[in-house]
């Protein structure tokens, strides 16, 4: 099965490449918080042709899948008949037909699809299910769809993983989780379209059926025959593929299945932050079977038909797709563990919702909530599996979870309606004339509702990394720090209790003065310790860099320039910024990140992603509370440098063009534009103390609700550590 339901292994990306994966941007975290900094630029992944045809292939056949869902389960229901039982059953068999392939055999079909070339796998494999589901209306038996459906699944079990294991053969590493991505929006993106062009056919052929004879008999089967020509196009698309020849398997990789299902059990049990993470998957997969299965039923009890299911489905993908989208991206700074945990609750409660209110409209909004909140449990659970697992035992793991995700969600697919026919139909009389009714359907939305809430707070319960820290504080600051971007993200600090103040700025704007002026106002007025130092230089080692970087005569390449000035910095974090802001100090630095973003990126035209990830790994993600750029057209700044005596000549920098140091005043002005919440931009033009008034302003605030720190009080204030340079004292060239 390649597209329903979301299972972890479907994916491309997952545990089998992850943990094959040897990039250490990619295989740098441990932890859920740990940084992983992989290219996501998806429009640089689907310029690699070879990739961007495979991933055509994939929405097609995704598209394909999930209509030919949809017809499915609209035909099964419309051959039984109107019995509403019969209906229900029909509809679970289907949909168990569809999962129990791969539930059941998944592994193993992937180490035999492993052996056989893997294009024309896929070739194959797309004839046969365009045959296949063009056979369905044909025959039009409700017994061939049955055969049919757990053929085509026999065949997408072999399509599957030749799809997934090709993917890192026509991607870099590094693109990997952008490909993931991308293969992610096109399998479950396709969904809600998919519903919408099923309302569509099923609508036309409602129109078309008195004129073309293999349209009648039902609605679906227009929507079969254009399912069937997906998979027609999509096996042309692979056969021009350009697969590169395949690297060897592992041997002992393909020994055992069984042992490795066995091994893969083992380390789930033995792993608390994995059994939350799994029983949260589980509790997912769980109240997925109860909306699959049951969802027709529902929609029927609430007067809608073919059409009324169709929304729902639409509602429940799109929301999905949303989630999986974008969800990360918006809460990025919460503690993944916590957001996972979270996430599971509210699609609880939706869960709930949909159960409880009789109104088709009101559903279909709930219902994009739940899906919106599964897909952020998805994408997160997901991460989280392949960042908690061990990388040897990563793609057992991932096929373990997704063999019992199947399992559990055929199981409740199978359960839900006779829960639903046990639980019967209730009335809630509240007055003489208000009466709510409710009938088994609904009855098990809700109870699966209130499961899947309890299986998020237990999964929050094992799993927590923050214990002690108040979710709703958590919660908060993430929201304050939504949709920032990957660099920005990992730069959410650390709860240290120290405030860091960066100066930025041409050469000669003014920024050490600003730094003794901003030093003695802290010390003197606040009471608080200061710690004053600058880039490059800051340290011992960073003096014997800056010599290098600025005096040098020697040429020096652009990358090695940058590597020095990242050098310089990560040795200034771990020496002197770090422990600072951990004693509680206000930390004041004379250039950070920023200026190699400006210089290094915008002057010296390095690409400003490698730029910025290159920083960010040096400071572990550190960046300033508040950065103050001192804005100075290049020409007074020059000339300022030239009336100050305590200077030597121009260094290398310095001595730059006029264009390029337009460039980089233009980047530290851009830079502060896109976090105006982190910057400060002061026009540097005027008199010193007009210019320092204006930074102390900003900074009251700030440095006002931090002053419980340690180090604080007078007693502390005179002694501010410095850097082993004393950039304080005189010009700081
Ligand atoms: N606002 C200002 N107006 C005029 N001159 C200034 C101002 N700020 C600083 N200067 C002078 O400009 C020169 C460079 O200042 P400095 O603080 O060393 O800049 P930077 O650290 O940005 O290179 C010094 O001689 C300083 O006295
Ligand atoms: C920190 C940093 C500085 N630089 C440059 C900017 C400055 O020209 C020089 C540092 O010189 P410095 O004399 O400390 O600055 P200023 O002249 O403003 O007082 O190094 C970079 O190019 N990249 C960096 O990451």
Same mark, same amino acid.
């Given at each position: 099965? /390649? ?6 292994? %479907? ?123 063009? /056979? ?35 991607? &870099? ?68 593929? @350009? ?63 073919? *059409? ?34 979270? %996430? ?64 559990? #969600? ?12 046990? #639980? ?5 009389? =509240? ?30 319960? /094992?799993?927590?990394?923050? *214990? ?31 405030? =860091? ?132 057209? *290049? ?33 530290? #002005? @851009? ?8 910057? #400060? ?6 008199? &010193? ?16 609700? /931090? ?27």
């Amino acid at each position: 099965m /390649s597209a329903t339901p979301p299972v972890p292994s %479907a994916a491309p990306g997952s545990g089998r490449e992850a943990g094959r994966s040897t990039d250490p941007a990619l295989a740098a975290g441990t932890g859920p918080d740990a940084e992983v900094v992989p290219d996501h630029d998806v429009r640089a992944v689907l310029a690699i042709t070879a990739f961007r045809r495979l991933w055509l292939a994939l929405a097609l056949s995704s598209f394909g899948d999930w209509l030919g869902t949809f017809a499915k389960i609209g035909m099964a229901a419309g051959i039984a008949g109107g019995d509403h039982t019969r209906a229900n059953l029909a509809v679970s068999a289907v949909i168990i037909l569809q999962i129990a392939p791969a539930a059941l055999l998944g592994p193993l079909a992937g180490a035999l699809a492993d052996r056989l070339d893997r294009r024309a796998t896929m070739v194959v494999g797309d004839l046969l299910r365009f045959g296949l589901f063009a /056979s369905i209306p044909v025959v039009g038996t409700l017994t061939w769809l049955f055969v049919a459906t757990l053929l085509i699944e026999l065949v997408a079990l072999f399509w599957g993983p030749a799809k997934d294991a090709t993917v890192p053969n026509l991607v &870099p590493r590094r693109q990997l989780e952008a490909a993931n991505q991308v293969s992610l929006a096109a399998t479950y993106g396709s969904a809600p379209v998919a519903g919408v062009v099923f309302i569509a056919l099923t609508l036309l052929a409602g129109v078309l059926d008195g004129f073309v004879p293999a349209l009648a008999g039902s609605q679906v089967n227009l929507a079969l025959y254009v399912n069937a020509v997906t998979f027609l196009v999509a096996a042309l698309v692979v056969a021009r593929l @350009d697969i590169p020849p395949r690297a060897p398997r592992r041997e002992g990789a393909r020994t055992s299945v069984w042992r490795d299902i066995v091994e893969g059990w083992r380390f789930v049990g033995r792993n608390r932050v994995l059994r939350g993470l799994v029983g949260g998957m589980l509790g997912a997969f769980a109240a997925g079977g109860v909306v699959i299965g049951l969802g027709r039923s529902l929609v029927r009890d609430l007067g809608a038909g073919d *059409p009324g299911f169709g929304v729902l489905a639409v509602a429940v993908f799109s929301g999905l797709a949303l989630g999986m989208w974008t969800g990360p991206r918006l809460l990025s700074g919460l503690s993944r563990r916590r957001l996972f945990a979270l %996430a599971l609750t509210a699609a609880g409660g939706f869960l709930l919702l949909v159960g409880l209110v009789p109104n088709i409209v009101m559903a279909a909004l709930f219902c994009l909530g739940l899906g919106a909140c599964a897909g952020v449990a998805w994408v997160t659970g997901f991460t989280l599996l392949g960042l908690e697992a061990d990388d040897e035992v990563r793609g057992r793991t991932f096929a373990f979870v997704g063999s019992v995700t199947r399992i559990v #969600l055929v199981l409740v697919m199978a359960a839900a309606p006779a829960l639903a026919a046990l #639980l019967g139909e209730h009335t809630l009389r =509240f007055t003489a004339h208000h009466a709510l009714t409710y009938n088994g359907a609904a009855l098990t939305f809700g109870l699966a509702g209130l499961l899947l809430t309890a299986a998020g707070v237990l999964a929050l319960r /094992s799993m927590d990394d923050r *214990p002690g820290t108040s979710l709703r504080r958590d919660l908060q600051r993430a929201w304050r720090e939504r949709g920032r971007s990957a660099g920005e993200r990992s730069g959410a600090r650390p709860p240290w209790p120290g405030t =860091f103040v960066a100066l930025e700025g041409g050469d000669g704007a003014g920024k050490s003065t600003q730094a003794r002026l901003l030093q003695a106002w802290v010390h003197e007025e606040l009471g608080r310790e200061v710690v004053l130092s600058r880039e490059p230089g800051g340290t011992v080692t960073g003096v014997a860099l800056r010599e290098v970087l600025l005096l040098t005569k020697q040429p020096l390449d652009p990358r090695a320039e940058a590597l020095l000035f990242a050098a310089d910095r990560a040795q200034h974090v771990a020496e002197v910024l770090r422990p600072a802001l951990e004693r509680g100090a206000v930390v004041v630095s004379d250039r950070y990140v920023d200026s190699s973003l400006a210089y290094q990126g915008a002057g010296r035209a390095l690409e400003q992603a490698d730029v910025e990830r290159l920083s960010r790994w040096a400071t572990q993600g550190l960046l300033p509370d508040l950065t103050v750029v001192l804005d100075v057209d *290049p020409a007074t700044a020059r000339a300022r440098r030239g009336g100050d005596a305590g200077r030597g000549g121009d260094d290398r920098m310095e001595a730059e063009s006029v264009a390029f140091h337009e460039r980089v005043r233009r980047q530290f #002005l @851009d830079l502060a534009a896109r976090e105006p919440e982190r910057y #400060l931009v002061v026009d540097a033009s005027g008199a &010193p103390e007009d210019v320092a008034a204006r930074i102390r302003q900003r900074l009251e605030p700030l440095l006002g609700s /931090s002053t419980t720190s340690a180090g604080t009080g007078p007693a502390g204030a005179t002694a501010a550590p410095r850097p082993a340079s004393q950039p304080a004292t005189g010009a700081s060239s």
